[in-house]
């Protein structure tokens, strides 16, 4: 669900508002979902970086 979120926030430029009420979930759920999938992201990333 983090990269569900993370989509619809930054391909389709949706509030985190938006995000909860197009999920039907909780505002505060939604938050959380974005903040993991953000330092998941990152993590990959840095991986990523390291092997490069």
Request: charged letters at 25%.
């Amino acid at each position: 669900m983090q990269r569900r979120v993370l989509e619809l926030s930054y391909f389709e430029d949706l509030s985190q508002a938006e995000i909860a009420q197009f999920l039907d979930a909780p505002l505060g759920t939604v938050k959380t979902w974005t903040r993991k999938g953000l330092l998941q992201l990152s993590q990959n990333l840095q991986s990523l970086r390291d092997n490069f």
